[in-house]
């Protein structure tokens, strides 16, 4: 048992825990562009103060925020009534029905952001499909615009949302909801008092895996997005990849790790206690 | 309650239709004459013949294809070996710490595993000399990020899994180790299956990982497609989509397959 423990325990320890101690070491660090790596180790808050002074970046924690709070609420309101909807069907059409939801996560990411570009692209299909229909003659662009950014978040974490919600809400006990009817109570009331709270699991699990991945997104704001909407993850990418300075890029990665995966994994690992037996 | 069923299915139709209308699009256009996406040009195969004999395209499939075939072999075994660890110890030294490793992947923004592993990769190049980057290190960055994804598959069928037959397997005399292969595994390797799968597909869609721990040499398939998609719309690359929608069905189909056989 011991050995079984210890090989995913080292494994993770290696690549995954050991890595964060030189990413920190690395943010502490000053770019050097004239050596390779482009780094001279040292202990100095920099990078770390650039990210807080400078209103470039400032504005690409904002924007990030935003972005992700305002796609993964449009998520929730079409995800919630989606698996609503899968959790009440017949029991033997939920698995195909949850197919459909988990088979677009099986295919490529990049391929379904980029299916979006055609359809919102300059003089794109949605803007011909706009014009023929008659909705409106000059449609604006969306592509290049946050509108493109959230249609991408919602689109490509909507199944993210959907799964968790649906767990929670197919073991939903009927009963109550008939008790709830039996006693006076009307449908949307009986919703609002008893299937909302209890699925708020759901919505917190769904909520999280949208927000998180949402905040630090590259791909989404890299295609879809202009050059004027900055997300804090394309500016860790452009501070890797374009600037070269990887102790900004650090730095970035740091915040990202505390401000937001650690309060969250805390929240997470005390709901998960208080759902254990005590011992 | 009608009211509110009848709502919740007109909301699941647009949201099947909200889904899948962009992939039937790309679809359907892999087959366009025209060399502009947005304009129908009439019928034609001329992009899938190009595809197929799109030699960067192709080397790049197949380095993908390896790449996650050996990724989610490993993810696999250790993904197996912590799922087991987590549903069979209550508690051991450092199994909280344990408990966040594995799901922390699963919500990291991408970007900070990938610089993460990228640096680990570098520090280990200038203390030891290597490994160079490219085969070696996409396989054990995707491996690292696949393993909390089968670990949670693991986990949750040894959850609801009947442990009067380990017992019994033990009453009559069986090691350990044992009951393990000739009872506990044959039962839940429908669910290291579909980790596998998932752990494969993981790997075959990565982009920003791979980019950071990649060298100059190896270009993965997503690489590829990112660095062609970026300079706009590119019909070979619809017919790509419609080639990987069509294959993650298949998966998918298997894998709930494999998922629904009941012991």
Redesign the interface.
């Given at each position: 048992m011991r050995a079984v423990i210890a090989l995913p325990f080292v494994w993770l320890g290696v690549f995954f825990l050991l890595p964060f101690a030189l990413v920190m070491a690395i943010a502490l660090g000053t770019n050097a562009p004239d050596s390779v790596p482009p780094v001279a180790l040292g202990f100095s808050p920099k990078s770390f103060a650039l990210l807080f002074t400078d209103d470039l970046y400032l504005a690409a924690w904002l924007t990030s925020l935003r972005i992700a709070a305002t796609s993964t609420v449009v998520t929730l309101l079409l995800g919630y009534p989606m698996a609503y909807a899968i959790a009440r069907a017949v029991p033997r059409r939920r698995p195909l029905l949850l197919m459909l939801v988990i088979l677009p996560f099986w295919t490529s990411f990049l391929i379904r952001v980029y299916a979006w570009m055609g359809l919102l692209a300059d003089n794109g299909l949605l803007e011909q499909f706009l014009r023929w229909s008659g909705i409106a003659q000059n449609p604006p662009t969306i592509i290049g615009t946050e509108w493109a950014i959230h249609l991408g978040i919602v689109y490509a974490y909507l199944p993210f949302m959907v799964l968790p919600l649906y767990a929670t809400l197919e073991k939903l006990d009927a009963s109550l909801l008939e008790a709830a009817a039996d006693l006076g109570a009307r449908p949307f009331a009986a919703f609002l008092t008893i299937t909302l709270p209890l699925s708020l699991p759901g919505i917190v699990a769904g909520c999280q895996l949208v927000f998180i991945p949402a905040v630090g997104e590259f791909v989404i704001p890299d295609l879809l997005g202009g050059t004027e909407t900055l997300m804090i993850g394309k500016v860790l990418w452009d501070e890797f990849f374009t600037n070269g300075d990887w102790p900004l890029a650090s730095a970035v990665a740091i915040c990202l790790l505390v401000l937001l995966v650690g309060p969250i994994s805390l929240f997470q690992r005390q709901q998960a206690r208080s759902l254990e037996p005590r011992t | 309650?009608?009211?509110?069923?009848r709502?919740?299915?007109t909301?699941?139709g647009?949201?099947?239709a909200?889904?899948?209308l962009?992939?039937a699009?790309?679809m359907f256009?892999s087959f366009n004459e025209s060399r502009l996406?947005?304009v129908w040009g009439g019928f034609s195969t001329k992009w899938w013949s190009a595809l197929f004999a799109n030699e960067a395209m192709l080397r790049a499939a197949w380095l993908s294809l390896r790449i996650a075939a050996v990724s989610a072999t490993i993810a696999a075994i250790?993904?197996l070996?912590?799922g087991?660890?987590l549903a069979?110890?209550?508690?051991?030294f450092?199994r909280?710490l344990?408990?966040?490793?594995?799901?922390?992947?699963?919500?990291?923004?991408?970007?900070?595993m990938g610089?993460?592993?990228l640096?680990?990769f570098?520090?280990a190049e200038r203390l030891f000399g290597g490994p160079e980057r490219g085969f070696l290190t996409i396989t054990?960055?995707h491996a690292?990020f696949s393993?909390s994804f089968v670990?949670i598959v693991v986990q949750a069928r040894l959850a609801d899994f009947d442990r009067s037959l380990e017992e019994a397997a033990m009453d009559l005399g069986a090691t350990?180790w044992v009951t393990f292969l000739t009872v506990t595994l044959p039962l839940i390797a429908p669910a290291v299956g579909s980790g596998w799968l998932l752990a494969f597909?993981l790997s075959?869609?990565d982009?920003?990982l791979t980019?950071?721990v990649a060298g100059a040499q190896s270009q993965t398939l997503?690489m590829r497609?990112?660095s062609s998609?970026?300079l706009?719309?590119d019909p070979q690359?619809?017919v790509?989509?419609t080639v990987?929608?069509t294959v993650?069905?298949c998966?998918?189909?298997l894998s709930?397959w494999l998922t629904?056989q009941k012991a």
């Open positions: - | 309650m009608i009211r509110c069923a709502f919740a299915f909301m699941l647009l949201g099947y909200f889904l899948y962009p992939l699009l790309v256009y996406v947005t250790i993904g070996a912590a087991y660890a069979r110890t209550p508690s051991f450092g909280g344990f408990g966040s490793m594995i799901i922390a992947p699963m919500v990291m923004p991408e970007v900070v610089i993460s592993m640096l680990l570098v520090g054990l960055a690292t393993i670990a350990p597909t075959l869609d982009l920003i980019q950071f997503p497609v990112y998609v970026r706009g719309v690359i619809n790509l989509a990987v929608v993650a069905a998966a998918l189909i709930g629904r």
